[in-house]
């Protein structure tokens, strides 16, 4: 059966996710999340991508992007292709990493952009690897709100923007995080 194509788009919000090959990890240790946050930078700085949200868990990775120039699939070649062949000639492996093409949704509306910024942030929560989701180093979530040095590929405009922008967005859009944190622990 044939893959369906990609919707390529200037004007949409992707929420893009890939698993390792088995639901192995694709993350090690330390330098590794470094490596595939500096493939990142590298991945939006030549595709011209505006990142808005990351969490890197430890089998998969999810992005939340816009593509200016209508890339996302070039874009995650180069993503992915680049890390795993660091990957492989760091851990001394070969073969795939991924289990298959990286899949991904549009954000419809305003509502479902709101929700992808908690989401991402909660992931590390719900499966108990930290008790608040700004403890998780591997997320924009702590750069977002202002607890962590925000990357420089990340940008945090629109997130915030969602939660009416200017002095008190950030504590806005942790407060909105927190409502469901109790929720995810309880999961």
């Known amino acids: 059966m044939p893959r369906r194509p990609r919707l390529q788009s200037p004007d949409v919000l992707y929420h893009v996710t890939s698993r390792g090959v088995d639901k192995r990890d694709i993350f090690i240790g330390t330098r590794t999340y470094v490596a595939f946050l500096d493939t990142l930078d590298q991945t939006v700085s030549r595709y011209g991508w505006i990142c808005h949200a990351y969490c890197l868990m430890r089998n998969h990775f999810h992005l939340v992007v816009e593509t200016p120039q209508s890339n996302i699939s070039a874009g995650m070649q180069f993503l992915k292709g680049e890390y795993a062949s660091w990957f492989n000639f760091t851990v001394g492996r070969e073969g795939a990493l991924y289990e298959r093409r990286f899949h991904e949704v549009v954000a419809e509306d305003e509502a479902h952009a709101i929700a992808l910024g908690r989401y991402l942030a909660l992931n590390p929560v719900r499966t108990g690897w930290v008790p608040e989701p700004e403890d998780w180093l591997w997320s924009s979530y702590a750069a ?5 040095p925000r990357p420089r590929f990340l940008s945090t405009d ?10 008190g967005a950030a504590e806005r859009f942790a407060a909105y995080v927190a409502e469901a944190t109790v929720l995810s622990r309880e999961v």
């Open 144 to 148: 977002t709100i202002g607890l962590a």
């Open 158 to 167: 629109l997130t915030l923007g969602l939660f009416g922008g200017g002095a």
